[in-house]
Every structure is written in structure tokens, then in C-alpha cells.
């Protein structure tokens, strides 16, 4: 890229950076270092702004490069990401969002635990919401280092590293001082930035085909090598059925992990009430669906106006799809039109990726400090330093999050972010639904739901082709994957349900009806809710 892209790109990223670092300080000197005020913002969020942070934390990098990348190469199989995403958002809406809302206080455990023994629960979901808040961080880490490097022309691995290190500092920088309240204002304005340059990219690409869709999708085609095929299932996951049973555990972790998702849980804790929380997924429901719908365009786009060998040429996994179309809309390399929206979207692109891993931290080191930490303790811990281990453990977290992400470099976000879903629907979604719908349900039941589900679904991502045995994989040059399958949920989701089912039919532990009867009108009537 010239050095007018750069330049601009660089600008703008500055200004992003410096707006969300003031946002920030001016939280820290406004808060009062409550526990309540760092985990859900004092719960003073309107549904409007809650529907859009909702939002905000949802569409990742993953999204905006990750998912538009895999249209652009696999065309109708790539789209399969979209369509998961979005209708995984009906079963928010229907099964937890509310009663999530009404039975917890911070984070999922408080959910678990109001009718169990609190301290096991709490260290099994705990570990299992750090688990998947890592795989997620990864994944945007992933998506900084590819823009970054295309931004600067690819100069070597020595700058997607910095991006890499930067973006963790800068998160741990903005959970620290501004906490909940912080991380969804830089929520809002990120999706209002997103949301703003989605809809310029694709007016005009539509704009470029005069409108005509079916001229765009039959032109990407016709780019893409391989026909009307591009249009039709099974270019990526079609194969043999090795790739037929890779797109069903795909599609089961995209509609079922998200309910799961720690990140997405506690956003509805930062509204008054139940009532709040589900207008706020109503609020997301339009932003995302819109969002989704788009990404669709995008990549056809790409695939259209770029073609997929080129976008494979910039990056192997097609991350940088969507910045190389703003390119060729604005006029192409070296037009005044193409550095500047270029630029725009590289600097959306980073700010999205910034707001989310804030997002995805503070709930992971919330989930360190208010369930490991304080059930680890002989005594409850005091709030204030609960938080105090909550800002400790942002920076660990962080720290860890920038060695996978250098690691795991080359391996498309969206692909990677499929594998945070499926960890989650696997570990954290059966007990969820368990202690909200079944009576019977009990503490080794709970606990071994979600040792059920997160430890086959790990074990089963590293025995699998994503870390060894093939030219993508984490360690191209050894082999020892013995799972065939790339995504681990179509085994690990109903293993986390079943073990759930087995903890609870083995255990002597007399269930308690009374408990499950309390937290049921709870759940329903919001009486008693925090």
C-alpha cells in the first residue's frame, strides 16, 4: 500500500484510539469502584444503548473480515457463517436473555449457582467462560495482525507481531480504568462507525452492478473459477463426509453457542430490568440482522470485483477481503477515492476490533475475579478487591491472549470464532439451560455439564487438523491429529448435555425443589431480581 494509505489509515486509527482513551478516563474519575459499577456500568444503560453495545460486541472482526473473506473464496459456503450467526439470536431472544437478566447478577455462574452448591459451580463455569473469552480473544488478535500487515504492504511478520502486542495493551488499558460503563460507550460508538461504513461498501457495490443482483452474483462466479458452483453448497464443506459432518458441527456451534457466550451474558446486567434486557435484544435483532445481510454482499462483491485468487494472494484465509473491495470502490490503488475509503474501513475494521476485546476481557476477568477468586477464598471476598483482581487478571488475560494470537496468525478469524462457539455451546449452554428448565437438575450435575462439554471440546481441537496435520493448521510440521473434523461441536455439544444428564441421575444429592420453585418465579416475574 502507498504511503497515503498509511498515512490516512494511521490517522484515523489515532483519532479512534484517542477518543476511546478519553471516553475512558473520563469513566475512571466518574465511578465509584463498586463491584456493581465495574461489572455492569451501575446498571444504568437504556435498551436502545444496551441493544446497540449488544451489537457492538457482537459484530467482531470475525464478522466484518472473517466471514465477508469466506464468501469471497467459498461463495454460498462461506455465506453458511452468516446465516448462523444471525439465527442464533432467536434463541437469545426466546430461551435465556430474560431470564438470564432476572436470575443473575455479573456473570453466568450467579445463574448456576442460585440453586446449587455455589463454589463448585462457580469454579466449572468460571474456567469454562475464561476458556471461551480466550479462543475469542484469539480470533481478534488474528483479524489486527492481517489488517495491519496489509495496511503496511505486508512488511514482514514484525508488524502484525506490534499490531498484535498494541491491541492487547490497549484493552487491558481500557478495561482497567473504565470497566463496564467504558467498554460499552467504546461499544456504541463502534457499532454506529461499523454499521455507518457496512452500508457505504455496500451501496456501492450495488451501485457498481446497478442494482442488479443476480449481475453480481453471476459475475462472482464467473471470477471465482469454478462456475455456478460457487452458488451451490459444497465448494468448501461438500467434499466427502468429513467436510458434510465439519458444516453440521459448524452450524450447530454458531446457533447454539452464542446463548453461551460469557461477553454476551453480561450484557444483559448493565439495564434495570428483565423487561430492558429483552428490548435490547429486540434493538440487536435489527442491527445485526441488517449487518449480516450486508456482510453477504460484501463478499460476493469481493469474489465480483476482485476475485478470489487475489484476495487468497493478500491472505491465505481471506481476512482482508473487505479492505481490498473499499480499494477498488474508491477507484482502485493509488486514487485519491481508494486511499481514503481504504482507510475508512481499515480504521472501522481496527476499531471493531479494539471495542470487542475489551468487551470479551471484561467479561473474562469478571468471570476470574467474581467466581474463581471468590470461591478460591476461605472467606467472601470485598468488592473492591474483587475488582482489583479483576483489573490483575485483564492484563493475564491479555497476556495470554497475544501468544495464541502470534501463534495462531495465519488461520482465517471467522473459522476461528467457530471454535469459541463451539466451547461455548458445549460447556456453558447445557448448564445454563439445565438449571433454568429442569427441576431435578443438581450441583454434580452442574459441574459435570461443564467439565463434560469443555473438555472434549478443547481435547478434540487439538487432536484435531486445525493444530496439526495439514499446510493450515497451527503446526504444519508435525501430525498428530487423530479427530477428523475441524470444528469439534456435533460430539462435544450433546457430550456436555449428556454428561449433565449422567452427573444428575448418578448423584445422591436430593434436588431441591423448593430452590428450583424460587428461581423459576424469578426467572419469569423478575421478583427478587438484583
Known sequence: MTGDHQTLALLLF????????????????NRHGSAEEFYAGGRLFS???????????????????????????????????????????????????????????????DVVAARMAERL??????????????????????????????????????????????????????????????????????????????????????????????????????????????????????????????FISLGLALVLGTAGLPHILSRFYTVPTARAARRSVVWSIGLIGSFYLMTIVLGFGAAALIGPDAVRSSNASGNTAVPLLALDLGGGAGSTG????????????FATILAVVAGITLASSASVAHDLYSSLRRRHAKPYSEVTVARVAAAVIGAVAIGLGLLARDLNVAFLVG?????????????LLFSLFWRRFTTRGAV????????????????????????????????????????????????????????TATSSEPSDEARHAETEVRALTGAGAV
Not at 14 to 29: D, E, K, Q, Y
Not at 419 to 431: E, M, Q, W
Open 14 to 29: 489515532s483519532a479512534f484510539v484517542a477518543v476511546t482513551l478519553g471516553i475512558t478516563t473520563w469513566v475512571s474519575r
Open 47 to 109: 435498551p436502545l444503548e444496551n441493544g446497540f453495545a449488544i451489537a457492538g460486541d457482537y459484530m467482531s472482526a470475525a464478522s466484518f473480515l472473517g466471514i465477508s473473506g469466506l464468501i469471497a473464496l467459498y461463495g454460498y459456503d462461506g455465506m453458511l457463517y452468516s446465516v448462523g450467526f444471525l439465527v442464533a439470536w432467536l434463541v437469545v431472544l426466546l430461551l435465556v436473555a430474560e431470564l438470564v437478566r432476572n436470575c443473575g447478577k455479573f456473570t453466568l455462574a
Open 121 to 246: 459451580v462457580r469454579i466449572a463455569a468460571g474456567t469454562s467462560s475464561v476458556a471461551v473469552s480466550v479462543l475469542y480473544l484469539v480470533a481478534q488478535m488474528v483479524g489486527a495482525g492481517s489488517l495491519v500487515a496489509l495496511l503496511l504492504g505486508g512488511t514482514g511478520e514484525a508488524a502484525r507481531s506490534w499490531t498484535v502486542i498494541g491491541v492487547g495493551a490497549l484493552m487491558v488499558v481500557y478495561v482497567s480504568l473504565g470497566g463496564m460503563r467504558a467498554t460499552t460507550w467504546i461499544q456504541i460508538v463502534k457499532a454506529v462507525l461499523l454499521m455507518s461504513g457496512t452500508v457505504a461498501l455496500t451501496v456501492l457495490v450495488l451501485f457498481r452492478f446497478h442494482g442488479d443482483v443476480n449481475s453480481l452474483l453471476s459475475t462472482a462466479a464467473q471470477r471465482s473459477g469454478h462456475g455456478m458452483d460457487f452458488l451451490a453448497p459444497g465448494l468448501r464443506y461438500g467434499g466427502d463426509w468429513t467436510s458434510r459432518l465439519d
Open 338 to 349: 481508494g486511499t481514503v475509503l481504504f482507510a475508512i474501513v481499515a480504521a472501522v475494521a
Open 419 to 431: 471454535l469459541a462457539f463451539a466451547v461455548a455451546a458445549s460447556a456453558n449452554l447445557p448448564v
Open 448 to 503: 459435570w455439564s461443564v467439565y463434560g462439554g469443555l473438555i472434549p471440546a478443547v481435547v478434540l481441537v487439538l487432536l484435531s487438523p486445525v493444530v496439526s496435520g495439514s499446510p493450515e493448521a497451527l503446526f504444519p510440521g508435525v501430525d498428530f491429529h487423530l479427530f477428523p473434523l475441524q470444528n469439534p461441536g456435533v460430539v462435544s455439544i450433546p457430550l456436555g448435555f449428556l454428561a449433565g444428564w449422567i452427573g
